[in-house]
């Protein structure tokens, strides 16, 4: 329905399957992971179409701040239309706060994420969707959420 050309998806928990490395890193941490297979796909997809699109989604234990979920591009400096875009279009949903970074949240960025890095080096779009623990719950035990999100994001994502 969303005329995506890949799906990659990782389940093992980034903190959980493994000791930490030299360098500080978890490695089932593939957004980090340079010599991943999740990189290893982004690049391959990359090579093969142009102007894409890559939307990662994520998840956080509830903060302080009340922010349920953050939208980023991965950089200090993002052009606000495609995050403002996507803003407006889960506001109706009644997720809870959504706040873009880094005018609305300071915290889960993705400015050290190596595929997003990636695919703005060759001129796509990178969507990092940050969401706690409330609204993931709420979009498994709901049918008709979980379809409203996706048309939502979707039609968000159509915009160049």
Do not use: W
């Amino acid at each position: 329905r969303a005329s995506a050309a890949a799906f990659f998806i990782e389940t093992a928990h980034r903190y959980k399957s493994g000791e930490v490395d030299e360098d500080g890193d978890h490695p089932a941490d593939v957004a980090h992971a340079p010599d991943s297979l999740f990189q290893a796909a982004t690049e391959g997809l990359l090579r093969a179409m142009r102007n894409v699109t890559l939307v990662q989604v994520h998840g956080f234990a509830s903060r302080e701040s009340g922010v349920e979920v953050v939208l980023s591009a991965g950089t200090k400096r993002p052009k606000a239309d495609l995050l403002s875009r996507v803003q407006r279009a889960l506001r109706p949903l009644g997720l809870g706060r959504i706040a873009r970074f880094p005018d609305e949240s300071t915290e889960l960025g993705a400015t050290t994420n190596v595929q997003g890095a990636l695919v703005r080096a060759r001129g796509g779009r990178f969507l990092h969707i940050e969401m706690s623990s409330g609204v993931r719950k709420n979009l498994l035990a709901n049918a008709e959420l979980r379809a409203h999100y996706f048309e939502a994001l979707t039609r968000s994502l159509a915009s160049p």
